[in-house]
């Protein structure tokens, strides 16, 4: 899913980690370029849309951090 981000576009990806016992999804986000920018595991039922690709992708930018799963995770949670 390709989402505006700041001055470029970001493609944003659910990859599902098939597990028998602890089935887990990782959402990633990649520049123009196919560069990686951002990556944090969620839970295996997780929805990607628009609406959570762009709500992603807004909060990456405003926390630049290297360990976005703490400053993500909670609100991708709320807009599932």
């Known amino acids: 899913m390709i989402v505006n981000g700041l001055g470029s576009r970001i493609t944003v990806l659910l ?5 028998e016992d602890n ?4 959402l990633s986000a990649q520049d123009e370029g196919g560069d990686a920018l951002a990556e944090v595991k969620v839970e295996a039922g997780f929805k990607l849309n628009r609406q959570t690709a762009q709500a992603w ?7 630049s951090c290297n360990s976005l799963q703490g400053v993500l995770t909670p609100r991708l949670q709320l807009l599932r």
């Open 57 to 63: 992708e807004e909060d990456e930018s405003q926390h």
């Open 23 to 26: 089935p887990y999804a990782v």
């Open 15 to 19: 990859r599902i980690a098939p597990d």
